[in-house]
C-alpha cells in the first residue's frame, strides 16, 4: 500500500507543470528555418527541464511544452521576437536559435 501511495504522488508530480512563462514570452513567435527571411540571428538558446522523476519518464509532450516556454522567456532577455526549434527535445534538453524580425 505505501509503495502505491509513492507512484500515485510520483506521477502526479510527473503532470505538474514546472516552468512558467513570462508575459513578454507569450509574445515570441515560433518559426521555422525557411520563413525566417531577413530576419538578424540574436543568439543561441539552451534550454533543458527534467525528462524523468526518479525513474518514471515524464510525458514527452509536457517535456516538449515546457522546453519551448524557456526557450521564448530566454528569447526576450536576446531581444529577439522569434524562435526557430534547431533539434528536437533530447533527454529534456534543445537547443533553439532566436531571431530579431522586427528590426
Keep these: 500500500m505505501k509503495t502505491l501511495v509513492v507512484?500515485?504522488?510520483?506521477?502526479?508530480?510527473?503532470?505538474?507543470?514546472w516552468v512558467n512563462e513570462n508575459t513578454d514570452?507569450?509574445?515570441?513567435?515560433?518559426?521555422?528555418?525557411?520563413r525566417i527571411g531577413n530576419?538578424?540571428?540574436?543568439?543561441?538558446i539552451n534550454v533543458s527541464v527534467a525528462s524523468k522523476i526518479g525513474f518514471?519518464?515524464?510525458?514527452s509532450k509536457?517535456?516538449?511544452?515546457e522546453l519551448l516556454?524557456?526557450?521564448?522567456?530566454?528569447?526576450?532577455?536576446l531581444?529577439?521576437?522569434?524562435?526557430v526549434?534547431?533539434?528536437q527535445p533530447l533527454k529534456g534538453t534543445q537547443k533553439y536559435i532566436a531571431y530579431d524580425c522586427v528590426n
Aim: aromatic share 0%; hydrophobic share 40%.
Design 85 to 87: 526549434a534547431a533539434n
Design 62 to 65: 509536457k517535456v516538449q511544452e
Design 69 to 77: 516556454v524557456l526557450a521564448r522567456n530566454e528569447a526576450i532577455k
Design 7 to 17: 507512484l500515485l504522488g510520483i506521477l502526479t508530480l510527473s503532470a505538474c507543470t
Design 25 to 34: 514570452g507569450r509574445d515570441v513567435n515560433v518559426s521555422t528555418s525557411q
Design 56 to 59: 518514471i519518464n515524464r510525458s
Design 39 to 44: 530576419c538578424q540571428k540574436a543568439g543561441d
Design 79 to 83: 531581444r529577439a521576437d522569434t524562435i
